[in-house]
């Protein structure tokens, strides 16, 4: 009985959090509603009458929030169960269906893609270190290591000794040893201000271990638990190269014993040393020997031979730093003018002080102590120095802010050249070692460089050309975003200027929404920099539309943490513009779309919160169009919360504010898709109400009303015919809700969602089940299958692939 119960109460538990934060999309929907309609029979049953507080039916049950209110709804689904055969068959299907819902890990075994190969490709250069190999070779097969933890290496040194080659080189090396794969992730930990959060690193990895995007909860401690147990029975290596401090790091630590961890960083990190275990290397410079060496193959062969003394002495005065060695190196090896000599030379001026280019040395006084000299930086001013003024130019324009990468659409915009010339710039600094290639056509500076390269942008360019060039860049991802988020959700109301005038492409196929998406997904990073960015130089106007412009992505695939910091400097952007002559209306927009993020964490008050806000700003205004729209959220957070009828009561508020909207006025031209839309709501709402009879009528006025808009909305659509199957499967006329469902089937198909037509099918399977035709709920099952399979959801395959077995058996 305890365990029956425990179990239960765990769904109850899973399913309740999902309804607040949307996790598990249809799917999800589906489940919390069955549950709702589940404790409504127990209810029922046992004579209990609700108040109806929050805005609630008499009689209906509110949704389980607390431990105390979860044990309840448990309690009362085990005595549901016990009434009949048939309450219990359903009640174990519905338990059955809410595990699907929990995170779960995806055997290595189960999905192609969850054997990741992170690592970045190794240098051909690579020189020494083999100690480290050696070393951590020899941790790996110590005897009495402290079972049930990873093996925790923390490589530390100054910046540029080397610890990411040397890493990288050593999870190459030991790959066979760990089936599994490697994750790798560059934390930015240079400053506190450029270190990524564990929670964009924690979804990365998922993903990549087979994890479906929409079963990726939105807060840390749930990523944390589930990246646990995802590999919980793995042997990989992870690393995580470039840590801030250790509590970056903590939160991306595995948990099975045959994982190996590689930690790279600057800091000495003491905790991760004494609370787990973690065995530290101090990595040093490279011996004379081995400079010599390395700059030798940096060089290659091509170049006539120099002296031995002056090779030495060129690499003498790198100091043995990896990093000053590799770009003392690439420039020789790229220039065929540039002679050992001249290096030789330079270096020397350089590092006793005769010299000095881009930059002052001390105070000027002849008594003032001689800095030390910093080899990577006499390097560096040897590679710059040798630039031409072009490549110089764009060096600088692309270190005016820390972005996570460095496209060539950033690069050109940045420095105010063609694409074509970008490309090639960027090149030239790739050859000279002053950029690293990450992937095609993306760029990244080692930190160091950055700040070289940012140094010198603001001693020769200075600030105005520094923040112009921001704005050049912000202007450029801005109009990349909204054309992307325009291809995304084509139909969808949206402010901002940045959407003046886009069309769809000629000839657009049914996968270019999706192709959108991905070029979104590609530039998160890069977008969420360049607002934070546009927010640090005052650019208020391209702020609030990056953020407009970044709805689609986030509404579709989440990265909650992102989505609220963005769209908090957004709102605040938002509200200084207005009182500048700005959009006011941009302000509740702001507020709607950060109320959105709050409800995926399930915050459901500091959403509320932020509706008031909106609701506030819009009617300040006189803004119909974003009233309303901020009234219909609060609705679809009311569904959430099972308070159906205040959820319809919103809905209708937000219909009559529209039928405020003149002919003409601001937001005329989207009130028959809104109507719609709270059409089907309220349909929806009345549903869940047992209000059958009303809610058919609502959901197929709903339809006509998407049929009526010019072009039609398919996919819209096709949600109303779901709805409208689940009223009918509700009142127990499953024929009815088959020959909706078919429409369904259609209507998705043609709409090329290929994730609402699997549900879609199942819940068509579900009616054939129910009308007692298994041949053709098999088929149904097997279809749905295909549909999971083909869009890459693990777990919604092997949720089919369990039903279908206990229908064939």
């Known amino acids: 009985m305890e365990a029956l119960m425990g179990m239960v109460v765990s769904a109850v538990g899973t399913v309740a959090s999902g309804a607040l934060s949307g996790a598990g999309g249809e799917m999800g929907r589906r489940t919390s509603e069955r549950l709702y309609d589940l404790l409504s029979r127990g209810r029922a049953g046992n004579g209990e009458a609700d108040t109806g507080a929050g805005g609630g039916d008499p009689g209906r049950p509110a949704l389980p929030v607390t431990e105390s209110e979860r044990a309840a709804a448990g309690l009362r689904l085990v005595e549901l169960a016990r009434s009949s055969p048939e309450s219990a068959r359903e009640v174990a299907e519905w338990v059955r269906e809410a595990s699907w819902l929990a995170p779960r890990a995806v055997p290595a075994v189960a999905h192609g893609a969850s054997r990741p190969q992170m690592l970045p490709p190794t240098t051909a250069v690579f020189t020494d270190r083999t100690d480290v190999l050696a070393w951590i070779t020899a941790l790996l097969d110590e005897e009495g290591r402290t079972p049930g933890a990873p093996t925790l290496v923390a490589l530390t040194g100054p910046g540029g000794i080397g610890k990411t080659a040397a890493a990288v080189q050593c999870a190459f090396e030991l790959g066979e040893r760990f089936p599994d794969g490697v994750l790798f992730a560059d934390l930015d930990g240079a400053s506190a201000g450029s270190a990524l959060a564990p929670s964009d690193v924690l979804a990365r990895f998922l993903e990549r271990l087979g994890v479906p995007p929409a079963m990726v909860p939105g807060d840390e401690a749930r990523q944390r638990d589930l990246y646990r147990d995802c590999t919980a029975d793995r042997r990989m290596i992870v690393v995580l190269d470039n840590a801030h401090d250790d509590a970056q790091v903590i939160p991306l630590l595995p948990a099975s014993p045959g994982c190996l961890v590689l930690v790279t960083s600057r800091h000495r990190l003491g905790r991760l040393v004494a609370g787990h275990g973690a065995r530290p290397y101090p990595l040093g410079p490279l011996s004379t020997e081995d400079s010599v060496r390395l700059i030798r193959r940096v060089v290659g062969g091509d170049r006539p031979p120099a002296a031995d003394a002056i090779v030495r002495a060129v690499a003498e005065s790198t100091g043995g730093i990896p990093l000053a060695v590799c770009t003392t190196g690439a420039g020789l090896a790229v220039r065929e003018h540039l002679t050992w000599e001249r290096v030789a030379r330079q270096l020397s001026d350089r590092l006793h002080g005769h010299h000095r280019e881009g930059a002052a040395m001390g105070d000027g006084s002849p008594d003032a102590p001689e800095a030390p000299a910093d080899p990577v930086r006499l390097a560096q001013d040897v590679s710059y120095g040798e630039l031409t003024p072009a490549c110089a130019a764009l060096y600088r324009a692309i270190a005016v802010w820390a972005w996570p990468t460095v496209t060539v659409r950033c690069a050109a915009h940045a420095a105010g050249v063609a694409e074509a010339e970008a490309r090639a710039l960027l090149e030239q600094l790739a050859r000279v070692h002053l950029l690293e290639e990450v992937g095609e056509e993306r760029y990244r500076f080692h930190d160091l460089t950055r700040v070289h390269a940012r140094e010198l942008a603001s001693a020769e360019d200075g600030h105005g050309r520094m923040a112009a060039a921001v704005r050049r860049v912000a202007v450029a991802q801005l109009r990349f975003a909204a054309g992307?988020?325009?291809?995304?959700?084509?139909?969808?109301?949206?402010?901002?200027?940045?959407?003046?005038?886009?069309?769809?492409?000629?000839?657009?196929?049914?996968?270019?929404?999706?192709?959108?998406?991905?070029?979104?997904?590609?530039?998160r990073e890069n977008l969420a920099a360049v607002i934070r960015a546009a927010a640090h130089h005052g650019f208020d106007d391209l702020v609030w539309q990056l953020c407009e412009a970044m709805w689609g992505l986030h509404l579709l695939l989440g990265f909650h943490a992102q989505w609220i910091d963005t769209h908090e400097l957004g709102a605040e952007a938002a509200r200084r513009s207005a009182a500048e002559f700005g959009d006011p209306r941009a302000v509740g927009r702001m507020w709607t779309q950060l109320a959105f993020g709050h409800m995926g964490l399930g915050r459901a008050v500091d959403a509320e919160t932020a509706l008031d806000r909106a609701r506030a700003a819009d009617r300040a205004c006189g803004h119909h169009r974003g009233e309303a729209t901020a009234v219909e959220a609060l609705g679809l957070l009311r569904l959430r919360q099972w308070e159906f009828a205040a959820a319809q009561r919103c809905f209708e508020e937000a219909q009559e504010i529209l039928g405020r909207i003149g002919r003409g006025d601001d937001g005329w031209e989207d009130v028959p898709r809104a109507t719609a839309l709270l059409e089907h709501h309220i349909g929806r709402a009345l549903t869940k109400r047992g209000h059958r009879t009303a809610a058919v009528a609502r959901l197929n006025d709903a339809l006509a009303r998407f049929r009526r808009?010019?072009?039609?909305?398919?996919?819209?659509?096709?949600?109303?015919?779901?709805?409208l199957g689940d009223a009918h499967l509700a009142e127990g006329d499953a024929d009815q809700a088959i020959v909706c469902l078919d429409e369904a089937v259609k209507a998705m198909t043609g709409a090329g969602a290929g994730l609402q037509l699997a549900e879609a099918v199942m819940a068509r399977a579900e009616g054939h089940r129910g009308s007692g035709r298994p041949a053709q709920a098999a088929e149904d099952l097997r279809t749905a299958a295909a549909c999971f399979e083909e869009n890459g959801d693990q777990a919604g395959l092997e949720r089919v692939r369990v039903r279908l077995a206990e229908l064939e058996a």
């Not at 325009?486 to 109301?493: D, G, H, I, Q, T």
């Not at 909305?713 to 779901?722: A, I, K, L, S, T």
């Open 484 to 523: 992307a988020d325009f291809r995304v959700m084509p139909l969808r109301w949206r402010l901002g200027p940045a959407y003046q005038g886009l069309v769809l492409p000629e000839g657009r196929g049914q996968g270019d929404g999706k192709l959108a998406l991905a070029e979104l997904r590609d530039e």
């Open 709 to 723: 808009l010019p072009g039609g909305d398919p996919y819209n659509e096709g949600r109303v015919y779901m709805s």
